[in-house]
């Protein structure tokens, strides 16, 4: 049974990532050519034809260097306030009565029941000179003219903002509700306040899930496409947006490939931090 429980997880990644990542890693490898497939082999007339041109390419082209530090940096910004807004929305759930925690929690996924696509539009609707945000600001006297966000790099923030949010608040709500009351009260019997009651005993206990949140936020919008694509327009290089045109506009799928293969390491780098910070928590809870 063991060996079962063991087997079916590795057989899934082996089947699900280790092959497609063979194979991308394959085509990053080769040349591009104009033909079908657009790459050439790896091994022709019994030699190893593959090389490692396209990843020195991604480092001495500006284009690819900027898209790559760009998404860098959006997802850890995106992710600092995922953590800032998410976080007291946590605490103030987890502090609710019970019975309206799970309402609250109900709310928190809420817009995961419509499209991602619709509520991507629906910024775009609210953030563009004619909508909702600008005409409210007019109508306060706070702007004189239209206020033209979209497209722009505040409404890409605000959007990977929304999107990634409620992905932040669910694991540190699952870490806060875990947290013995118990605690909080005996720190408080001994004289301390409620600001170190928080420092000293909430937030290290709910580190955990501000880790795993963080991961959650970070890892996939490092990778983000669509919403740098309809809320930043052409002129936010991201790297999402460079690996599609690569595929699809210019046809160079092993530059394309390359470009996911270091996506892929560049993100293998935090969770395995991640990982060893909690090892030490999880050696002392065993």
Do not use: H
């Not at 284009?63 to 007291?88: F, Q």
């Not at 309206?100 to 775009?124: C, D, H, Q």
């Amino acid at each position: 049974m063991r060996r079962l429980l063991v087997g079916l997880p590795a057989l899934w990644l082996l089947v699900f990532f280790g092959l497609p990542f063979a194979l991308i890693l394959k085509v990053s490898l080769s040349q591009a050519v104009v033909g079908q497939p657009p790459f050439t082999p790896l091994f022709a007339d019994g030699a190893f034809q593959g090389s490692l041109g396209n990843f020195a390419l991604l480092l001495e082209d500006d284009l690819y260097v900027e898209a790559i530090l760009a998404s860098l940096g959006l997802a850890a910004s995106s992710t600092v306030a995922c953590v800032l807004i998410g976080y007291p929305m946590a605490w103030a759930i987890a502090g609710a009565p019970r019975r309206w925690r799970a309402p609250m929690l109900a709310l928190v996924a809420l817009p995961f029941v419509t499209s991602f696509l619709i509520r991507v539009y629906a910024w775009i609707g609210l953030l563009r000179p004619t909508g909702f945000l600008s005409e409210l600001l007019q109508s306060l006297g706070l702007i004189d003219s239209p206020l033209a966000l979209v497209p722009g790099s505040f409404a890409v923030a605000i959007g990977m903002i929304y999107t990634y949010l409620p992905f932040m608040v669910l694991p540190i709500y699952a870490s806060l509700e875990k947290i013995d009351p118990m605690l909080s009260a005996a720190a408080a019997d001994l004289g301390a306040r409620p600001a170190r009651i928080f420092w000293s005993v909430t937030l290290p206990l709910s580190l955990p899930g501000v880790l795993a949140g963080s991961l959650f936020v970070f890892v996939p919008a490092v990778g983000e496409f669509v919403v740098p694509e309809l809320l930043g327009g052409p002129g936010t290089p991201m790297i999402g947006k460079v690996i599609w045109q690569e595929f699809f506009n210019n046809r160079d799928w092993p530059l394309a490939s390359a470009l996911a293969v270091m996506l892929l390491v560049l993100l293998a780098a935090p969770i395995a931090l991640a990982q060893r910070s909690q090892a030490p928590t999880a050696r002392g809870l065993g």
